[in-house]
T-cell receptor
């Protein structure tokens, strides 16, 4: 059973547009939700993360929106740039199990057109 | 962000040989490190969880005698693919967890078994 469901699988956005990637989870014990950015042939890099006590976190052009009641969280990339073209993974984990297992979404391949 | 170094980034070996991949946390101590395998255009598949000074915990379906993991210090974990075969060719990625719970990934190692 997939613990974290991510959509869409792929996304094409024009330069300057907003990219939105969504994730949903079932386990209410999850209390840490990071997003990772991965370029081809490289390891994932931590982009931004949120804890469930806040509904939104913004870092530069990247924003996480968190809806605890709906058990959903999303990544918004404002003013998308060709350099943002990469695969994005959401993840969820429970601090209660000592962070011993991260559950990853299936990934979204973002292509920002010039 | 924290730095996790993975080496080698690429390795080509003959079938039947063993290959060792190193994962080092350069600027923090990681009591827990994780090893993942990633197939093309797919998400990260957790292979094992490595705790410093103890035996690794392998995920279901991962052969522990095939994929030997050693976590001898707080900054180093190694993955040895023993008697490698072409089906072991893949992208292997390590990650290290900070005490705060944040997870940082290495750059990945591309293994090609001829």
């Amino acid at each position: 059973q997939q613990q974290v469901k991510q959509s869409p699988q792929s996304l094409i956005v024009q330069k300057g547009g907003i990219s939105i990637i969504n994730c949903a989870y079932e386990n209410t014990a999850f209390d840490y939700f990071p997003w990772y950015q991965q370029f081809p042939g490289k390891g994932p890099a931590l982009l931004i993360a949120i804890r469930p006590d806040v509904s939104e976190k913004k870092e530069g052009r990247f924003t996480i929106s968190f809806n605890k009641s709906a058990k959903q969280f999303s990544l918004h990339i404002m003013d998308s740039q060709p350099g943002d073209s990469a695969t994005y993974f959401c993840a969820a984990i429970s601090r209660g199990n000592n962070f011993n297992k991260f559950y990853f979404g299936s990934g979204t391949k973002l292509n920002v057109k010039p | 962000g924290a730095v996790v170094s993975q080496h080698p980034s690429r390795v080509i070996c003959k079938s039947g040989t063993s290959v060792k991949i190193e994962c080092r946390s350069l600027d923090f101590q990681a009591t827990t490190m994780f090893w993942y395998r990633q197939f093309p255009k797919q998400s990260l598949m957790l292979m094992a969880t490595s705790n410093e000074g103890s035996k690794a915990t392998y995920e279901q379906g991962v052969e522990k005698d095939k994929f030997l993991i050693n976590h001898a210090s707080l900054t180093l974990s190694t993955l040895t693919v023993t008697s490698a075969h072409p089906e072991d060719s893949s992208f292997y990625i390590c990650s290290a967890r900070k005490v705060s719970g944040e997870l940082f990934f290495g750059e990945g190692s591309r293994l090609t078994v001829l």
